[in-house]
């Protein structure tokens, strides 16, 4: 990039963040928000941008979809203020997971991408849970679980068999917090584990 590309790319972001404020001001419309948000959308597609011209580059999809679930959630913070504070965590969460699973499908011969992407995926579902609680917590320990249990699926549990005792300690732990904490009562999932326990 030359030094007169560099100078008219400042100048059209400049121009174009005055723009914004400009609007707010005469609209009373939150776009500055908008702006930050786009600007760490934009970040986060410089680092997806060089992750797509060498895939080589793979760790460049975490901080690209890390900044992009971070300009998401300022964005929907600032349109919509209700939904920001009631989704934005799950959002940013599964954008965060979204690079490791990108990780994950660009380097499959590596298996430790799938810890944090079915962490993070589990963490975005939890924090998306009105109330948390007793189910949250079940909902967490049930998607550890599975996160393991597809790390045992992995072609390196085939040798390794370490990855299913995690997984059944946490499969377990989940199935127990739901059962008492009277989330299954009079549901149908309720009925099917009662007679799975008789």
């Known amino acids: 990039m030359t030094d007169q590309t560099k100078r008219i790319l400042l100048g059209v972001l400049l121009i174009a963040a005055g723009g914004f404020f400009l609007l707010q001001q005469i609209f009373d419309i939150p776009f500055g928000g908008l702006f930050i948000g786009l600007m760490f959308g934009l970040a986060g597609g410089v680092f997806l941008y060089f992750l797509i011209q060498d895939h080589s580059k793979w760790w460049a999809a975490i901080p690209g979809f890390t900044l992009l679930g971070l300009g998401a959630l300022i964005a929907l913070s600032s349109l919509f203020p209700e939904m920001g504070r009631r989704f934005g965590g ?109």
């Open 90 to 198: 799950s959002v940013f969460l599964a954008f965060i997971g979204l690079g490791f699973l990108v990780v994950y499908l660009l380097r499959t011969d590596q298996w430790w991408p799938i810890i944090p992407a079915g962490v993070l995926f589990t963490l975005a579902v939890v924090a998306g849970i009105r109330g948390g609680g007793d189910l949250a917590g079940a909902v967490f320990f049930l998607g550890v679980g599975a996160t393991f249990s597809a790390l045992g699926l992995h072609p390196m549990g085939k040798t390794e068999k370490w990855p299913w005792i995690p997984a059944g300690i946490c499969f377990a732990l989940g199935v127990l917090i739901l059962a008492l904490s009277g989330a299954l009562v009079e549901t149908f999932a309720g009925w099917v584990w009662a007679l799975i326990l008789i």
